[in-house]
């Protein structure tokens, strides 16, 4: 710091523009971090849902185990890498039973959402739950808590991980 002409003390221009450049790396470090943590949340998603499809047409008696999932789904299960701080806050704060509940009605509220508008831009949701008796409006299955549950489970623990290894800041 110095004096300036008018007695207040200010930064000089060399420490002013060290903390800008210190600012603009942290900034690139964290945009980095979370291009990162969007690509492993999106692969997960999309890894687990094509697991998940596999083993459902093989109880349908698809002997090939076809799986499908959509594009659509790299976004939404690669936007859980801005909930990684939470996930690590709630599981400090949270026992297990309150954060299974909390984990099913936010993926729900997410599935709503996310399906709401894609059906809004393209006249269709990919997912269409239209005809079992627990949808709602064809965007959600309420038989599907317990799995969107363990989902929430699973990216805590992968949140931790990546804690661990120094990818989240």
């Given at each position: 710091?110095?004096?300036?002409?008018?007695?207040?003390?200010?930064?000089?221009?060399?420490?002013?523009?060290?903390?800008?450049?210190?600012?603009?790396?942290n900034r690139f470090c964290h945009i980095?971090?979370?291009?990162?943590?969007?690509?492993?949340?999106?692969c997960l998603g999309w890894c687990i849902?094509?697991?998940?499809?596999?083993?459902?047409?093989?109880?349908?008696?698809?002997?090939?185990?076809?799986?499908?999932?959509?594009?659509?789904?790299?976004?939404?299960?690669?936007?859980?890498?801005?909930?990684?701080?939470?996930?690590?806050?709630?599981?400090?704060?949270?026992?297990?039973?309150?954060?299974?509940?909390?984990?099913?009605?936010?993926?729900?509220?997410?599935?709503?959402?996310?399906?709401?508008?894609?059906?809004?831009?393209?006249?269709?949701?990919?997912?269409?739950?239209?005809?079992?008796?627990?949808?709602?409006?064809?965007?959600?299955?309420?038989?599907y808590a317990p799995l969107w549950a363990?989902?929430?489970?699973?990216?805590?623990?992968?949140?931790?991980?990546?804690?661990?290894?120094?990818?989240?800041?």
């Amino acid at each position: 710091t110095r004096k300036r002409a008018n007695g207040a003390v200010g930064e000089s221009g060399f420490q002013l523009e060290k903390q800008f450049l210190l600012k603009k790396t942290n900034r690139f470090c964290h945009i980095k971090i979370m291009t990162k943590r969007f690509l492993i949340f999106g692969c997960l998603g999309w890894c687990i849902e094509i697991l998940w499809t596999g083993f459902h047409s093989l109880l349908l008696g698809d002997g090939a185990l076809t799986a499908k999932t959509y594009l659509w789904m790299f976004p939404i299960y690669g936007a859980a890498a801005f909930a990684s701080p939470l996930f690590l806050a709630v599981r400090k704060s949270c026992p297990l039973w309150q954060r299974l509940g909390l984990y099913s009605v936010t993926i729900f509220l997410v599935e709503f959402a996310a399906g709401g508008l894609i059906r809004l831009a393209t006249g269709v949701c990919p997912w269409d739950y239209g005809n079992n008796p627990l949808s709602v409006l064809g965007l959600i299955r309420l038989d599907y808590a317990p799995l969107w549950a363990a989902l929430g489970c699973f990216f805590e623990e992968v949140s931790l991980l990546l804690a661990k290894k120094g990818e989240l800041a």
